[in-house]
């Protein structure tokens, strides 16, 4: 009997768990199921928005691109309010003609860089990984083709200026057009320990959410990202962006106090704040506010103002998982990056099919310039911008047989000389007690000889600069001359600055702060950066011959990054490219940067009169006015010496034949009537078949 009892009480155990264990099942299977549905839910909901952004009745022929702005479901559109973005005849009319009814985009368009980034963050510091953003993704206005100081249609097609209740304050009313998509995440493009959920594998709306997203991510000052810091000093005078609907949002700037040409304190806008409000985009709230798992990151996030002060947010956003993707949305779709290329796909839904005119983007990272002009010539990539000591090389290509060869086949070279918007300094740490005194720095840039610089190195195409505004400008100071090369005279200003060699070495030494020390300070540099090389060789060479030991330190892209944001260098050899006017000064040169670690500002300069100058530049709308107040910035800072502004560039953007269409758009007056932009434009060029 007690057999029996054991032998029942057994079976009976093992059927409870049997259906202990059905019950599970069923549970795990509901909840999968339910996973399901909700994807599918979500799935359905964008395809329904896809549908609704279909235009009705036969569609444009390949490759026309309208906007009529209509009151049709935008009920905060107001009709009575100027626009004030304007649509762009260049891409609405004269490109659409060039191409003709029957083209279609074929081919890809292979570049070439010098390195590789680390990771393709959206606030990245590298310029590259910003450029191949702005290939996937748009703004909420841009400028027009050839134009500076314009604002045209981008992913908005209407901005409204308005009064808000509070006089100090001013907003701009953002109406975005309709069938924007974020695209689905791909899971090839990350490594097998992260599974994306399929939150992440389907298209998502652009909305008015993504852009207020972008603003509060920048504004938070846990996100200490490099572009994230530059961007949050641009938008200082916006106060906030706040969702109307998915469609609308609007963005409070502040007034700010300056005093009129009576002196009498008034409340003005900026003159660039427009420009900047144009620049907001969209950031994929979607991607960056979860984990690969699809839940969110922070859960308790309803707060108006979450994202602008969460720290834990911020510190998982600057290592998200996502960094090593671009999230897209405009006319070029991310398509992979590896240790040998990243990788662009047209976007065939994109609601402005001229933007891009290729099936395909291939950028190559390369360890020097020379391996680029190799590849260039080898055909492996259809066009580049050489440097200064390749040119001999290419006239002897152009020369050579296997070019002659390559003609007979119908192919050849093109191309285009220009001056680049930037330029190329040594800056002074005026934190260092080297360089505090005016006098000293004007020493040592006198000892520098730039015209030789230029000749020997960039075989004559660059132009001598005298300050931080483009060569040729209109905020170009042309009345100062460029520092002389007087090694004699910078011998007497150190000296008369208390530096002499007193034990005969060949360095000169002064005592600070009770001790005797030599004049020795390390130069930072690009490592990879040929022509910087050379050139700080050089400066190193002419310093020695006034008494100053110049000790040489390249470094890689992360570690001359760190040091720029930490400010712990001594003296760095960078350049700067220049932005699109209106030149903002403040950036670099106001001294509210000046302790700021991550700001532009690097070398910790401060001057009463440039503040000055920079914070009436900011309300002046007048444009001799302007021009004035850029003069007198350019002589002060000429004056201060806070770098050795060396050089522009001269450049040569060379490409082959199956290119065409690339241009510098002030040249070519028939195309672009009125352009001004003198910089070659290639992103909108096309192979032929």
């Not at 996937?136 to 050839?146: D, H, I, L, M, V």
């Not at 195409?461 to 400008?473: A, D, Q």
């Not at 020795?520 to 690009?526: A, C, E, H, Q, V």
């Amino acid at each position: 009997m007690k057999d029996r009892s054991l032998v029942h009480f057994i079976f009976r155990l093992i059927i409870s768990l049997a259906v202990v264990l059905l019950l599970l099942l069923l549970y795990w299977s509901s909840l999968l199921q339910e996973e399901r549905l909700t994807g599918v839910e979500e799935q359905l909901k964008v395809l329904q928005k896809e549908i609704k952004s279909l235009p009705l009745g036969k569609q444009a022929h390949f490759p026309s691109v309208h906007t009529e702005v209509t009151l049709q479901n935008r009920p905060h559109m107001d009709p009575k309010l100027p626009n004030l973005l304007q649509q762009d005849p260049y891409f609405t009319e004269t490109l659409p003609k060039q191409l003709g009814p029957n083209f279609r985009p074929q081919g890809t368009l292979r570049m070439a860089t010098i390195g590789q980034p680390q990771n393709l963050h959206p606030f990245s510091q590298w310029a590259q990984v910003s450029e191949w953003t702005g290939y996937c993704q748009g703004a909420a206005a841009t400028q027009r083709f050839g134009f500076y100081e314009t604002l045209a249609e981008d992913f908005a097609i209407k901005m409204e200026k308005r009064a808000p209740d509070r006089p100090d304050r001013v907003a701009f009313w953002i109406h975005l057009r309709e069938g924007l998509f974020w695209q689905p995440l791909e899971q090839r493009h990350f490594p097998d320990d992260v599974q994306l959920s399929q939150h992440f594998l389907h298209k998502h709306p652009v909305t008015a959410h993504d852009f207020q997203f972008f603003f509060d991510a920048i504004s938070n000052p846990h996100v200490d990202v490099a572009d994230a810091v530059t961007l949050r000093f641009l938008m200082r005078d916006v106060e906030r962006v706040e969702t109307i609907d998915d469609l609308t949002f609007v963005v409070t700037c502040k007034l700010s106090p300056h005093l009129d040409e009576a002196q009498k304190p008034v409340l003005s806008l900026p003159y660039a704040v427009p420009f900047y409000v144009a620049q907001l985009r969209p950031l994929a709230r979607f991607v960056y506010q979860y984990t690969p798992e699809g839940t969110k990151i922070c859960t308790d996030d309803t707060a108006a103002d979450f994202y602008r002060l969460s720290s834990t947010w911020a510190q998982s956003f600057a290592t998200h998982f996502a960094s090593r993707v671009i999230v897209s949305c405009g006319p070029w779709i991310f398509d992979g990056v590896s240790e040998r290329q990243i990788r662009f796909r047209r976007n065939p839904d994109y609601f402005n099919p001229v933007q891009a005119l290729y099936e395909g983007i291939e950028v190559y990272f390369l360890e020097t310039q020379d391996a680029i002009f190799r590849d260039f010539v080898a055909q492996k990539i259809d066009l580049c911008v050489i440097s200064p000591q390749n040119l001999i090389e290419l006239e002897n290509f152009l020369e050579s047989p296997a070019y002659r060869a390559i003609k007979q086949q119908g192919a050849n070279v093109k191309r285009l000389d220009f001056l680049q918007r930037r330029y190329t300094y040594v800056g002074w740490n005026e934190k260092n007690e080297l360089f505090k005194r005016n006098k000293v720095r004007r020493a040592l840039n006198m000892a520098i000889d730039r015209s030789r610089l230029i000749r020997q190195n960039l075989n004559g195409k660059g132009v001598e600069i005298t300050g931080p505004f483009f060569f040729g400008s209109s905020e170009y100071n042309p009345t100062l001359a460029p520092i002389p090369y007087d090694p004699d005279l910078a011998k007497i200003l150190l000296a008369e600055a208390g530096w002499s060699d007193t034990d005969a070495n060949g360095i000169v030494n002064k005592v600070i702060n009770g001790k005797n020390e030599p004049f020795r300070f390390s130069l930072n540099y690009f490592v990879k950066d040929a022509i910087g090389k050379i050139n700080c060789e050089q400066i190193a060479q002419f310093l020695k011959e006034i008494g100053v030991q110049v000790d040489l330190n390249g470094l890689d892209l992360a570690d001359i990054s760190q040091s720029f944001e930490d400010k712990t260098f001594d003296a760095i050899y960078l350049a700067w490219s220049l932005g699109s006017p209106p030149d903002d000064p403040r950036q670099l040169w106001h001294s509210e940067g000046a302790l700021v670690k991550g700001s532009s500002n690097m070398i910790g300069f401060q001057n009463v009169e440039v503040d000055r100058l920079i914070e009436k530049l900011q309300f002046e709308t007048d444009l001799d006015v302007r021009k004035n107040l850029y003069w007198r910035l350019h002589e002060v800072i000429y004056q201060e010496q806070p770098y050795s502004f060396l050089f522009s560039p001269m450049s040569t953007l060379v490409w082959w034949s199956s290119l065409r269409n690339i241009f510098i758009p002030k040249d070519r007056q028939d195309l672009v009537p009125g352009a001004t932009v003198e910089q070659p434009a290639y992103m909108y060029s096309w192979k032929k078949e």
